[in-house]
Nanobody, 125 residues
Framework: QVQLVESGGGLVQPGGSLRLSCAAS????????MGWFRQAPGKEREFVSA???????NYADSVKGRFTISRDDAKNTVYLQMSSLKPGDTAVYSC???????????????????WGQGTQVTVSS
């Protein structure tokens, strides 16, 4: 069983920055897509960003140019650097590990098998 633990959420003012981290258990972290998704109150969970096993990145249009995903396979950790944050970015952010090895940074939730509990990000003045 793979466990994912997110950290780094919090309250930030509009225009501010946060870096989220997601630490994963397991020996084969480097072979899988890792993704970030978010869910705002009363809304469906939506794709934010993903990174493939070989570093291909994928972003939702709403965060492109503001968020950067990266991974450190030696630490079994994926990061989401968020800048120029807006109130509309307020949500619970969850990381997920892909279902299949050697994939290409999918944006689809059904391509992810393991999910973290999430970390709250609130953007407000």
């Amino acid at each position: 069983q793979v466990q994912l633990v997110e950290s780094g959420g919090g309250l930030v003012q509009p225009g501010g920055s946060l870096r989220l981290s997601c630490a994963a258990s397991g020996r084969t972290f480097s072979l899988y897509d890792m993704g970030w998704f978010r869910q705002a109150p009363g809304k469906e969970r939506e794709f934010v960003s993903a990174i493939s096993w070989d570093g291909i990145t994928n972003y939702a249009d709403s965060v492109k140019g503001r968020f950067t995903i990266s991974r450190d396979d030696a630490k079994n950790t994926v990061y989401l650097q968020m800048s120029s944050l807006k109130p509309g970015d307020t949500a619970v952010y969850s990381c997920a590990r892909g279902r299949l090895q050697y994939s290409s940074g999918s944006r689809w939730q059904y391509d992810y098998m393991y999910w973290g509990q999430g970390t709250q990000v609130t953007v407000s003045s």
